[in-house]
């Protein structure tokens, strides 16, 4: 039995959001999988009465998880994270392929994806080796072993399981890495190859309206003209240079627009020599100055030009169906039977639903079988069309609390490794959230990640379950450390 001061630490505002998501998950996938026809309600044919199964089993890990002594996790996190990684290079070779990738191992009727323990083994490591005594992130170099670490399970994931969407949700730790000290240059830097790749694919093929090229390049390299511009100009020691580099870009098109009159001219090549420029400018003003701030910004803009020109191959170097999603999602190509076609279906199963929903198990999208994987991927459509915009609100406010509570539970931890752990599994949760939910609403590519506690299967619930329970039994012994 739980020891009394630890069964009074539990933090049981986190336990009921936890059992409240996994009942509405439930009904969703009771929902999505229903059929008229269907009238037996423990047939374990049916899919609502296996995932009572996971959902039972979850329940015992999570409970058996609080029983452990909370200096097991820590003790043992390096030895559970070799164990992992040795079943994640295993995998592709004893997994059969689904799908095109190889990251599920089936042991008689059940499957699971090591991938999913992965994720917790890491964030197990990596907040042991954060929490050695006097470490702090005061420099990139302080960040290089945990990358390392986030980066071999990833890899493995990524190339030899083809598995990108669960390699992508490691990602999600940088979000951590920021709260534990790393320079906010790194998630603008992210932010920045986001949106300079959706810009020069999502536009690559769109015309300038005067002279040769396309917009895809221009629109970057004016992004990054108008960076230059904002930088420079809250500069205090020289804001009156922002406006020569405004001056001498303007010039050079206006040059290039009279010269186009007579002789065709590429814009969009125009608009590399006006970034140039200007990060020669920074670089001239830098070394004249001493002031190292503006020849970083010059090597951002020359990073710019070589990753918009690299864009198209990384999007080479994708699979056809990867290449095809994202260019879907970015209105490139429309492809309403292929690539488009579930992001469609639940788009209309969503708006369907209205303010209230037709009711649970009056889903005519998810009755008809409309949306492919609507139990498992496309689970959120299921909420959407049987519960409406209010029961959609309702459900993205439970996991909106759920990571305000894991975040306040973070901060009020008395070791590193407990609050490290903490934000690790806040962060999985929020990508998990975000991107599910994106996809289905098609503003992000599918890339199949399941919404936690939601979509069907005892590898995904399981996981998240072992995830969460043992932030909370390390937050139940709180009190006990230090």
Request: with cysteine.
């Amino acid at each position: 039995m739980l020891e009394q001061r630890t069964k009074y630490a539990i933090d049981w505002i986190t336990v009921c959001l936890y059992l409240v998501l996994v009942v509405c998950g439930w009904v969703s996938v009771y929902g999505a999988s229903y059929n008229y026809d269907q009238t037996d309600l423990f047939n374990f044919d049916y899919r609502w009465c296996k995932q009572m199964v996971w959902i039972a089993g979850a329940l015992v890990l999570g409970a058996a998880t609080m029983l452990i002594d909370w200096r097991f996790f820590e003790r043992f996190s390096y030895l559970f994270y070799a164990l992992v990684l040795l079943v994640l290079i295993v995998t592709p070779f004893v997994a059969p392929e689904i799908k095109g990738s190889r990251s599920w191992i089936t042991i008689g009727p059940v499957s699971i994806q090591p991938a999913e323990l992965a994720k917790i083994a890491t964030a197990m490591a990596i907040a042991k080796f954060m929490n050695q005594y006097g470490y702090k992130v005061n420099s990139l170099k302080d960040l290089i072993v945990p990358f390392i670490m986030l980066a071999v399970p990833m890899f493995i994931i990524m190339v030899p399981q083809q598995e990108t969407g669960s390699a992508l949700v490691f990602a999600a730790l940088v979000l951590m890495f920021y709260r534990e000290g790393m320079t906010p240059v790194i998630l603008l830097l992210g932010v920045a190859a986001v949106a300079f790749f959706v810009i020069t694919i999502a536009f690559g093929d769109s015309p300038l309206p005067l002279g040769g090229g396309t917009w895809g390049i221009t629109a970057s390299m004016l992004l990054v003209l108008l960076v230059i511009f904002v930088f420079m100009l809250n500069n205090e020691r020289a804001p009156k240079h922002a406006f020569i580099i405004a001056g001498i870009s303007a010039g050079l098109f206006a040059v290039a627009l009279v010269v186009n009159i007579w002789l065709p001219v590429r814009i969009d090549y125009v608009s590399i020599g006006a970034v140039v420029t200007a990060a020669i400018y920074l670089i001239l003003y830098s070394l004249s100055h001493n002031h190292r701030n503006p020849l970083w910004v010059a090597l951002f803009a020359v990073g710019v030009i070589f990753y918009s020109f690299s864009a198209n191959m990384l999007m080479d170097h994708l699979q056809p169906h990867q290449r095809n999603r994202i260019k879907v999602t970015l209105g490139v190509t429309e492809d309403p039977v292929g690539q488009g076609y579930n992001v469609n279906q639940a788009k209309i199963a969503i708006g369907s639903g209205g303010l209230t929903g037709k009711g649970l198990g009056g889903g005519t999208q998810t009755k008809l079988k409309y949306v492919p994987e609507q139990d498992t991927d496309f689970i959120f459509c299921t909420v959407g069309e049987e519960h409406g915009f209010l029961g959609a609100l309702f459900v993205l406010s439970l996991y909106l609390i759920l990571l305000l509570r894991l975040v306040f539970m973070a901060e009020r931890q008395r070791d590193n490794y407990s609050r490290i752990y903490g934000y690790c599994v806040a962060s999985y949760l929020f990508f998990h959230l975000a991107i599910n939910v994106g996809m289905v609403i098609g503003i992000v590519p599918v890339i199949g990640i399941p919404l936690p506690f939601f979509s069907y299967g005892g590898s995904s619930l399981w996981s998240f379950t072992l995830m969460l329970f043992i932030f909370i039994r390390l937050d139940s012994a709180r009190m006990d450390r230090l």
